[in-house]
């Protein structure tokens, strides 16, 4: 696979990213203040069985590739371009492991559900973790333009 291969495939990871948080962001965070605390339960255990798959995995691969694009990248990819893509991925990761997934993990406990106070923090911080996930894909289009548009 050419650098240059190795690079779309992690501008189009990226957009499959920012896809899905921007499903968590306007539908899917939202509703559950909607549902009664029995229902809120249910719906988080599929989301959580879920998560695996279409959320831990792409970003995986998504920060293993930016890792592998600091070293196997086109010729003339630009350096701020190499290190902000990795960097946003990194911040949004340390913030979830420090905020939103410690408050995920309490609001799967707290039996108010839906109208739980973590539930609130995620809904008005959230947004900051859907910039980060959408400025490492709008570094990554940058780039392929800058080499290729």
């Known amino acids: 696979m050419t ?35 029995e229902n809120f339960r249910r719906l988080q255990t599929v989301h959580w069985k879920k998560l695996p798959y279409w959320i831990f995995a792409p970003l995986g691969l998504a920060l293993a590739g930016s890792v592998t ?7 003339g990819s630009p350096s701020w371009a190499i290190w902000s893509s990795i960097g946003a991925q990194l911040i949004s990761h340390i913030l979830t ?7 995920q993990a309490k609001l799967s406990k707290d039996s108010a559900g839906g109208r739980s106070p973590y539930l609130a923090k995620i809904l008005n911080t959230h947004w900051v973790r859907t910039f980060l996930i959408n400025a490492y894909a709008l570094i990554l289009l940058v780039w392929v333009i800058k080499l290729y548009g």
Do not use: K
């Open 69 to 75: 694009l600091v070293w196997y990248h086109p010729p």
């Open 97 to 103: 492991a420090v905020l939103w997934g410690r408050w």
């Open 3 to 37: 650098e240059s291969t190795f690079l779309v495939l992690n501008l189009a990871l990226a957009f499959y990213l920012v896809g899905a948080i921007w499903a968590h962001e306007v539908d899917i965070f939202r509703n559950w203040r909607v549902l009664d605390p």
